[in-house]
Each structure stands twice: as structure tokens, then as C-alpha cells.
């Protein structure tokens, strides 16, 4: 009898032990889930909740159920943005301080280097699925594609622009070039990328649905970045729309601004862009063609919402809708310029505007009335070149319908995802010691416990092809290339930097400047003279041209 129960026993024991050894099914997993949507050269203002005209019911739904920052910063062009965004870095410490090019300085390499890890990388480690639709521009070699740096899964394209549709009967060009998951392949005929872009990134939740993981999903669209191109369906909405000019239009955004709270009625504006030509004096046959750009562009932003529309039905039919965490923003300020300042060879239009052959610009005076209430444009760093809609969406942490200064940055939103994801970001990987995060969870003001990011002191830096930029509290000074001389603003009175208070305040000035090259030496900025393309990208074609364009 002992004999047997003592058996009894061992193999009840060893069986438990089997047992423990074997997996047990997972549950859900009770992190969010986290949508980054990102989009392309889009204005302050371009979207409804920040005053526009433009009919963008999704996005506005989202600001008004979620939170909106009247201060959040981008790197002004769109390859530096994209580094510091994917990694949380500065962009020179990531490796792209200039492009995605390579000017041969650890710095300037033009690619993702492995100090820095990317948000694919560190969320896979902590669990996650890690999904991107859309475009990466941060290195076109393979070794530094999507698939090569944490995600899953991968559609779009890589580098730095795209036509919307394929050629077809607009005449001969290039096909539009994409890859899936380490495959090149073609958009299909009749297919607009934006919607391309959307419905992949939707499959991969379908997909994605199947596993108890939670997922972050990158969706980068290129709207509405030039050429312009979108569906006629669309365009039409906005027909007879723009016939009122840019400068009453940038009149109506401000002032609908101010009614939306997103623009402090005591605060200065940027003042009139003396480099566009007054809506008044432009040729009655030139405005037709003025027109029909911005009803194109609106077009554009408008898809986009449309697709963001489907994303939200698809994530209630997924019964997701009510973990996910939601952020909305977009790389750079409009771009200022004319299209016939340009570096690259002009496109020859096979089309008309609109239509898959069409390569028109935007241009400076429409991008003039995108960045309202600010002054300049991408690639600058004064406030219309580096400022952005910011809103973030997820009932069960953030309040609905606020409006906040916020103060945020790129480099906070990779902290903010590793903290609401509980993932460690890891001192070493592989061997390799990794750069740690210079920005700041944006949990505290998400959740209402603070109304801007609490950076201890520390600065907000900026340095693009020689335009250069601090903030610190209420102080920002900023020099554009290549002058070096500082700019100095109080942004709680003047975010339209109307009035240069440098010889005012001259300790201002250096302490900001002294903070500056700090910060330089450290994150490995070069001197623009010393490292200067031939041929520089983002330059001339985003700044103003002193001459109204020709048609």
C-alpha cells in the first residue's frame, strides 16, 4: 500500500511538472495597442480641427474624443524627421543629420545607424507586433529597410517620394516603385496609393488579429506631399472653393483658429509673406490654375481622412477600438517656394493637374495659408517650417475635447510608446551600446497630470543644412543658413515671430547660443560649409524665391 500510494504520488508530481513545462495559452494581452499615422509636408492648419476648410470628419473625431498640442516640433524636412521619430534620437545621433544621403560622417551616413534602435525593434522585443504602411525614408540600401529594422511587416515604398498612381495612359515614365516584405513590386493600374497604403496596413491587422498580441502599427502616408495627384471624385468637393484667394482664405483659418482655441487671440501672427503676390493682383487666368492646385491638395488631405475613417471601422470590427492608443501628425511644415526654383530637372506634365501625369507643386502661396498662423516653411526652423498638429486618441487614458500647449517633440513619442508598453529600452543589444533616449514620455500630459512636457531644463535643439534653432521655456532663438546670425523670440507672446528681441535681451541669447554648440559637440553636428552637397537637397525649393512664378 505504501509502495503503490508513494507511486501514485511521484507520478501525480511528475505529471505536474510536465504539465508546468508545457505553454499555457495566452490570453489577450492587456497593453494597448498604438497607431502612429504620420503624414506628408501637411501645414499647421490643414485639417479641420486646426481651422481649416478642408472636410476632415475622421481626424476632427479623434481631436475632439482625444487631446490636441498647440506646440509640438518636427525636424522641418521630411528623412531627419523620420529618424528622429522611428528612433526617438536627434537625428544626427540616428545618422541622418542632413538626408538620406551619405556625406561620409558617422552624423550625416544618410541611414539608421545601430546605436540607435528603432520603435519596430524595441516594441518586437517587448511582445508586439510591429506593422508599417507606407513610406520610410531612412535609408535605401536593403540592409536598412523596415523588415531589416524590427517590423514585421512592411508595404510601401523607400524612399523620399512617390507618384500616386501608375502612368498608364498619361504617357511613358516610371513605374511606381514599392516593396512588401523585402519584395519589390508595382502599384497596379487605376490603384491610388493612399488607398494602397491604407487597405495593406488594414490587412496586416486582419492578419494580426489572429495572435493575443498587442500590435503597433506605423502608418506613414506621402499626402499630400507633391506631385499632386488624387481621385477627380475629390477634387470636385472643393470646386469654386479657393476662388477667394490665399489671402482671405488665411484670414478665415485664423480666425477660425482663434474661435477653436488653437491660436491665443493675444498672440501675434507671422506677418503677410511679402514674397506672395497679393490674390488681387494675379491675372485672372493664372488664379484658374491657383485654384485647381489647392482644390488637388485638399483633395489629398481629405483621402487621407477617408482612410483614416477605414481604419476605425476596421478596428471596431476587430473589437480593438477600445485599447488602442491613436497619435496624428505630420513631418514638416508646408513647403514654401516655387516649383521653378527647384533644384532637381523639372517633370514634364503628361497630364493634366491632378491626373497621374501631373507634377504640379503646391507652392509658396498656398503653403503660406497651410502654415498659418506661423511664419516660413519646410526646412526652416522658424515656427511654420518645424510646427505640427499633434492629437492623440485613446478613451481609456486620455480625456476628450482638450486643447493644450503640450510642448512636445519627436524625440518624446518613442518614450511614451515604450512606457504605456511596459518595454525596456535596453542599455546594450548585440553587443552594441545603444544611445540612450534624450526625450520625455508624454504620458503625464497625455493623461492630464501636466500641460507640457517637463524637460528638466533641458532645451529642444535643431540643426538642419545649416538652419538652426533652441527652445527653451518661452525663449527661442533661431538662425537660417547662411547667416549665422541668432534670432531671439518669446513665444508666449509672439509664436508668429513678428518681433526680434535679440539686442533686447542679449543674455538671452548667448546662454541659448552656449547651450547650442553644447548640444552640437555632443550629438555630432558639423559645421554645413564643411560638409556641403553639390547639390543640395530640400534647399532652394523651400525657400522664398523673391519672384512670383510664371505660368
Given at each position: 500500500?505504501?509502495t503503490?500510494?508513494?507511486?501514485?504520488?511521484?507520478?501525480?508530481?511528475?505529471s505536474?511538472?510536465v504539465?508546468?513545462?508545457?505553454p499555457?495559452?495566452?490570453?489577450?494581452?492587456?497593453?494597448?495597442n498604438?497607431?502612429?499615422?504620420?503624414?506628408?509636408d501637411?501645414?499647421?492648419?490643414?485639417i479641420?480641427?486646426?481651422?481649416?476648410?478642408?472636410k476632415t470628419p475622421?481626424?476632427?473625431?479623434?481631436?475632439g474624443?482625444?487631446?490636441?498640442?498647440?506646440?509640438?516640433?518636427?525636424n522641418?524636412?521630411?528623412?531627419?524627421?523620420?529618424?528622429?521619430?522611428?528612433?526617438?534620437?536627434?537625428?544626427h545621433?540616428?545618422?541622418?543629420?542632413?538626408?538620406?544621403?551619405?556625406?561620409?560622417?558617422?552624423?550625416?551616413?544618410?541611414?539608421?545607424?545601430?546605436?540607435?534602435?528603432?520603435?519596430?525593434e524595441?516594441?518586437?522585443n517587448?511582445?508586439?507586433?510591429?506593422?508599417?504602411?507606407?513610406?520610410?525614408h531612412?535609408?535605401?540600401?536593403?540592409i536598412?529597410?523596415?523588415?531589416?529594422r524590427?517590423?514585421?511587416?512592411f508595404?510601401?515604398?523607400?524612399n523620399?517620394?512617390s507618384?500616386?498612381?501608375d502612368?498608364?495612359?498619361?504617357?511613358?515614365?516610371?513605374?511606381?516603385?514599392l516593396?512588401e516584405?523585402?519584395k519589390?513590386i508595382?502599384?497596379?493600374?487605376?490603384?491610388y496609393l493612399?488607398?494602397?497604403?491604407?487597405?495593406h496596413?488594414?490587412?496586416f491587422?486582419?492578419e494580426q488579429s489572429?495572435?493575443?498580441k498587442p500590435?503597433?502599427l506605423?502608418?506613414?502616408?506621402?499626402?499630400?506631399?507633391w506631385p499632386?495627384?488624387?481621385p477627380?471624385?475629390d477634387i470636385a468637393?472643393?470646386?469654386?472653393?479657393?476662388?477667394?484667394?490665399?489671402?482671405?482664405?488665411r484670414?478665415?483659418?485664423?480666425?477660425?483658429?482663434?474661435a477653436?482655441?488653437i491660436?491665443d487671440p493675444?498672440?501675434a501672427?507671422?506677418?503677410?509673406d511679402k514674397?506672395v503676390?497679393?490674390?488681387d493682383?494675379?491675372?485672372y487666368?493664372?488664379?484658374?490654375?491657383?485654384?485647381?492646385?489647392?482644390?488637388?491638395?485638399?483633395?489629398m488631405?481629405?483621402?487621407?481622412?477617408?482612410n483614416?475613417?477605414?481604419?476605425?471601422?476596421?478596428?471596431?470590427?476587430l473589437?480593438?477600438d477600445?485599447n488602442?492608443?491613436?497619435?496624428?501628425?505630420?513631418?514638416?511644415?508646408?513647403?514654401?517656394?516655387?516649383?521653378?526654383?527647384?533644384p532637381?530637372?523639372?517633370?514634364?506634365?503628361?497630364g493634366?493637374?491632378?491626373?497621374?501625369?501631373?507634377?504640379?507643386?503646391?507652392?509658396?502661396?498656398?503653403?503660406y495659408?497651410?502654415?498659418t498662423?506661423h511664419s516660413?516653411y519646410k526646412?526652416?526652423?522658424?515656427?511654420?517650417?518645424?510646427?505640427?498638429?499633434?492629437?492623440?486618441w485613446?478613451p481609456?487614458?486620455?480625456?476628450?475635447?482638450?486643447i493644450?500647449?503640450?510642448?512636445?517633440?519627436?524625440?518624446?513619442?518613442?518614450?511614451?510608446?515604450?512606457d504605456?508598453a511596459?518595454?525596456?529600452?535596453?542599455?546594450?543589444?548585440?553587443?552594441?551600446?545603444?544611445?540612450?533616449l534624450p526625450?520625455?514620455?508624454?504620458?503625464?500630459?497625455?493623461?492630464?497630470?501636466?500641460?507640457?512636457?517637463?524637460?528638466?531644463?533641458?532645451?529642444?535643439?535643431?540643426?538642419r543644412?545649416?538652419?538652426?534653432?533652441?527652445?527653451?521655456?518661452k525663449?527661442?532663438i533661431?538662425?537660417?543658413?547662411p547667416?549665422y546670425k541668432w534670432?531671439?523670440?518669446?513665444?508666449?507672446?509672439?509664436?508668429?515671430?513678428?518681433t526680434?528681441?535679440?539686442?533686447?535681451?542679449?543674455?538671452?541669447?548667448?546662454q541659448l547660443?552656449?547651450?547650442y554648440?553644447?548640444?552640437?559637440?555632443k550629438t555630432?553636428?558639423?559645421?554645413?560649409?564643411?560638409?556641403?552637397?553639390?547639390?543640395?537637397?530640400?534647399?532652394?525649393?523651400?525657400?522664398p524665391n523673391?519672384?512670383p512664378?510664371t505660368?
Amino acid at each position: 500500500m505504501k509502495t503503490s500510494a508513494f507511486l501514485a504520488l511521484a507520478l501525480m508530481t511528475f505529471s505536474g511538472v510536465v504539465a508546468q513545462k508545457k505553454p499555457a495559452p495566452k490570453g489577450p494581452d492587456g497593453r494597448p495597442n498604438i497607431i502612429l499615422i504620420m503624414v506628408d509636408d501637411l501645414g499647421y492648419s490643414d485639417i479641420g480641427a486646426y481651422g481649416s476648410e478642408i472636410k476632415t470628419p475622421n481626424i476632427d473625431q479623434l481631436a475632439g474624443e482625444g487631446i490636441r498640442f498647440r506646440e509640438f516640433y518636427n525636424n522641418s524636412i521630411c528623412a531627419p524627421t523620420r529618424a528622429s521619430l522611428i528612433t526617438g534620437q536627434y537625428p544626427h545621433k540616428a545618422g541622418v543629420g542632413y538626408f538620406n544621403v551619405n556625406l561620409g560622417l558617422p552624423a550625416y551616413q544618410g541611414y539608421l545607424n545601430k546605436e540607435s534602435l528603432t520603435f519596430g525593434e524595441v516594441l518586437r522585443n517587448a511582445g508586439y507586433s510591429t506593422l508599417l504602411s507606407g513610406k520610410w525614408h531612412v535609408g535605401n540600401d536593403s540592409i536598412a529597410w523596415p523588415n531589416q529594422r524590427g517590423f514585421d511587416r512592411f508595404y510601401g515604398f523607400i524612399n523620399g517620394a512617390s507618384n500616386y498612381y501608375d502612368l498608364g495612359k498619361y504617357g511613358k515614365g516610371p513605374a511606381v516603385e514599392l516593396v512588401e516584405n523585402n519584395k519589390r513590386i508595382n502599384l497596379p493600374p487605376d490603384k491610388y496609393l493612399t488607398d494602397e497604403i491604407t487597405d495593406h496596413a488594414l490587412g496586416f491587422l486582419d492578419e494580426q488579429s489572429k495572435t493575443a498580441k498587442p500590435f503597433f502599427l506605423y502608418l506613414a502616408y506621402n499626402a499630400p506631399h507633391w506631385p499632386l495627384q488624387a481621385p477627380e471624385s475629390d477634387i470636385a468637393k472643393y470646386k469654386g472653393r479657393y476662388s477667394i484667394g490665399w489671402d482671405s482664405l488665411r484670414n478665415e483659418r485664423i480666425q477660425r483658429q482663434k474661435a477653436l482655441g488653437i491660436a491665443d487671440p493675444k498672440q501675434a501672427i507671422a506677418a503677410r509673406d511679402k514674397d506672395v503676390t497679393p490674390w488681387d493682383n494675379v491675372p485672372y487666368d493664372e488664379k484658374l490654375l491657383w485654384e485647381r492646385k489647392m482644390e488637388i491638395y485638399a483633395a489629398m488631405v481629405d483621402r487621407v481622412d477617408q482612410n483614416i475613417g477605414k481604419l476605425r471601422e476596421k478596428l471596431k470590427a476587430l473589437k480593438k477600438d477600445d485599447n488602442t492608443l491613436i497619435v496624428f501628425i505630420s513631418d514638416n511644415g508646408a513647403q514654401g517656394g516655387y516649383a521653378g526654383a527647384s533644384p532637381r530637372r523639372p517633370q514634364r506634365n503628361t497630364g493634366p493637374a491632378g491626373t497621374a501625369g501631373s507634377y504640379v507643386y503646391q507652392d509658396q502661396p498656398w503653403a503660406y495659408v497651410s502654415n498659418t498662423p506661423h511664419s516660413a516653411y519646410k526646412n526652416n526652423m522658424h515656427e511654420g517650417g518645424i510646427s505640427a498638429p499633434f492629437i492623440a486618441w485613446f478613451p481609456k487614458q486620455i480625456k476628450g475635447g482638450q486643447i493644450i500647449k503640450g510642448t512636445g517633440h519627436l524625440i518624446d513619442l518613442a518614450p511614451t510608446f515604450y512606457d504605456l508598453a511596459k518595454a525596456a529600452y535596453p542599455v546594450t543589444e548585440k553587443g552594441i551600446n545603444i544611445n540612450p533616449l534624450p526625450g520625455k514620455s508624454l504620458v503625464p500630459v497625455l493623461t492630464g497630470k501636466a500641460g507640457e512636457v517637463d524637460r528638466g531644463g533641458e532645451p529642444i535643439f535643431w540643426e538642419r543644412a545649416g538652419n538652426r534653432a533652441v527652445r527653451k521655456g518661452k525663449w527661442k532663438i533661431v538662425s537660417t543658413y547662411p547667416a549665422y546670425k541668432w534670432e531671439l523670440y518669446d513665444l508666449e507672446t509672439d509664436r508668429g515671430e513678428t518681433t526680434d528681441v535679440a539686442s533686447a535681451n542679449p543674455n538671452v541669447v548667448d546662454q541659448l547660443s552656449a547651450d547650442y554648440f553644447r548640444w552640437a559637440e555632443k550629438t555630432g553636428v558639423v559645421d554645413y560649409e564643411k560638409i556641403k552637397p553639390a547639390n543640395p537637397i530640400g534647399g532652394p525649393e523651400v525657400r522664398p524665391n523673391r519672384r512670383p512664378p510664371t505660368f
